[in-house]
């Protein structure tokens, strides 16, 4: 099964700027997952968008997905330093329906 | 309603020792999913059981094992313990067995001495 990779691995800002991530895969999907995981804790479930929707918000979350270039975004706007977190793409690969969690993307949010 | 929870939050363990972790998943839930999560990694997927019935096996050796009670909490055992095995073990729950939300316990922290 493949791994998603996000882009940036690390990501460090100031409060109030917007944040961007990105995350790629190789393979069709049905739909993609991003999770925010705050030091080293349990993971927390943002956004789940479908392979046939292009974008979805969430407070100050959007996510887009772009099957043509197999790539996905998580834009955070107005970040906080309660952002601080890691952030992973997931989603199910190989034919099977377990998410594949990527890497990751460390971002800092400096208050 | 509670969250997933997970015990024990912390574990030390020598090489070559057995270890059971547990979770619980949230009210209502029949999937239950098991993650080994390496320091700067992204969480691997190690089990899935739906309905008490294992659904799904991740690239780890048969020295792990996992099974699913009749209330869909689950165990995950791990044995003849290597320093690798050290690592943040994450739990999650799912209504369904595809296509859903996981909803993640806190984890169990085991270091192998």
């Known amino acids: 099964s493949q791994q998603g990779e996000e882009d940036p691995q690390a990501l460090s800002i100031q409060e109030g700027e917007n944040a961007t991530m990105n995350c790629s895969y190789k393979?069709?999907?049905?739909?993609l997952q991003w999770y925010r995981q705050n030091s080293g804790r349990g993971l927390v479930h943002l956004i789940l968008?479908?392979?046939?929707?292009r974008e979805k918000h969430s407070g100050r979350l959007r996510v887009t997905l772009d099957t043509s270039k197999k790539s996905s975004s998580l834009l955070i706007t107005a970040s906080r330093a309660a952002d601080t977190a890691s952030y992973f793409c997931a989603f199910p690969s190989g034919g099977s329906y377990i998410p594949t969690f990527g890497r990751g993307t460390s971002l800092i949010v400096h208050p | 309603d509670a969250g997933v929870t997970q015990s024990p939050t912390h574990l030390i363990k020598t090489r070559g020792q057995q270890v059971t972790l547990r979770c619980s998943p949230i009210?209502?839930?029949?999937?239950v999913s098991w993650y080994q999560q390496v320091l700067g990694q992204g969480p691997q997927f190690i089990f899935q059981?739906?309905?008490?019935?294992?659904?799904g096996r991740g690239n780890f050796p048969d020295r792990f094992s996992a099974r699913q009670f009749p209330n869909y909490s689950s165990e995950l055992n791990v044995n003849a313990l290597l320093l690798g095995d050290s690592a943040l073990y994450l739990c999650?729950?799912?209504?369904?067995?595809?296509?859903?939300?996981?909803?993640f316990g806190p984890g169990t922290r085991l270091t192998v001495l």
């Open positions: 999650a729950s799912s209504f369904k067995d595809r296509g859903n939300e996981q909803f």
């Open positions: 009210s209502g839930h029949k999937s």
């Open positions: 968008i479908r392979s046939n929707e």
């Open positions: 059981y739906y309905e008490k019935e294992e659904r």
């Open positions: 393979t069709s999907i049905n739909n």
